[in-house]
Antibody, heavy 120, light 107 residues
């Protein structure tokens, strides 16, 4: 079964850092476009980043310069390194696979999400 | 950034009736629009992509239409299991953006 599993969420103080992991099953992360999307408690969905097959990543303005996406192909895992966290970053973070290997594509597979809470 | 506006915010529909959800883009997104369903406590699930193509395993009672800036998701005969928040999302321009969601309630 095609699946994504996120880990690494938790409670972190403002200004702190956290790294989220997203491990895929039954498909290869490096052969797909992948995104991170977040959802603040009780709110809607916000795109965080999109990573192309070649590794190029685009970030939302709200996280640009603070968040970094990387991949470990040997572990079939995508990472989201989050630095300088603020309360505004509190959300459930989902990783998701794009439905086709094109820049313009939808998200056809989502992980279960991992909750990040930024609070003192 | 393209702003996606969904209406209504909440829709109350009786089982077996039709539910019509709207999504408007602040500029044309051609047909690069998707709809997602998020049931309470669950992960979003892809329903529709390319504005009108049902994703794998999605029942035929869900249909999408529209292009450019105006889009519609129709649930032809609402079932109790369709209780959820529905989001539209454009992927025509970065940053990809979501609507704020329409909550479908069972009357």
């Amino acid at each position: 079964e095609v699946q994504l599993v996120e880990t690494g969420g938790g409670l972190i103080q403002p200004g702190g850092s956290l790294r989220l992991s997203c491990t895929a099953s039954e498909f290869t992360v490096s052969n797909n476009y992948m995104s991170w999307v977040r959802q603040s408690p009780g709110k809607g969905l916000e795109w965080v980043s999109v990573t192309y097959i070649g590794g190029t990543t685009y970030y939302a303005d709200s996280v640009n310069g603070r968040f970094t996406v990387s991949r470990d192909n040997s572990k079939n895992t995508l990472y989201l390194q989050m630095n300088s966290l603020t309360a505004e970053d509190t959300a459930v973070y989902y990783c998701a696979r794009h439905g086709q290997q094109l820049i313009l594509s939808w998200l056809d597979t989502w992980g279960q999400g991992t909750l990040v809470t930024v609070s003192s | 950034e393209i702003v996606m506006t969904q209406s209504p915010a909440t829709l109350s529909v009786s089982p077996g009736e039709r539910a019509t959800l709207s999504c408007r883009a602040s500029q044309s997104v051609t047909s690069n629009l998707a709809w997602y369903q998020q049931k309470p406590g669950q992960t979003p699930r892809l329903l529709i992509y390319l504005a009108s193509t049902r994703a794998t395993g999605i029942p035929a009672r869900f249909s999408g239409s529209g292009s450019g800036t105006e889009f519609t998701l129709t649930i032809s005969r609402l079932q109790s299991e369709d209780l959820a928040v529905y989001y539209c999302q454009q992927y025509n321009n970065w940053p990809y953006t979501f609507g704020q969601g329409t909550k479908v309630e069972i009357k």
